[in-house]
């Protein structure tokens, strides 16, 4: 299982936590260039399969897309191969432009 985060709650946890999680961005690489969040890594939805043993099942990981569907379907997937500290951006990119970075691009 995974849970699931708002902007909000995203931005606060980030603030808080004393460790950095990794922010892995799923979305395509068209989509990262024209907007992510800062330090975060790309490694589109199709290649996790390929990427999974570059992972940290120990690890933290917040996984983000542009509406939090794909994350979603990455999280469980992660979920299902023993990483235990997943979060899922509920609303992805699109979300933490409207409600975090104002200054963010959308599309």
Known sequence: MFREFSPKQLKDYLEQ???????L???EP???ERCHIENSKLIPMREIPGALLDL??????VVICHHGIR??????YLAQ???TKIINL????????REVDINMAIY
């Open 17 to 23: 936590t004393p460790v950095t999680p990794l922010l």
């Open 25 to 27: 961005d799923v979305r």
């Open 56 to 61: 940290d099942p120990e690890e933290e990981i």
């Open 71 to 76: 994350s979603r379907a990455v999280a469980s």
């Open 30 to 32: 068209w989509e990262f």
């Open 81 to 83: 191969h023993d990483f």
């Open 90 to 97: 509920s609303t992805g990119i699109d979300g933490w432009a």
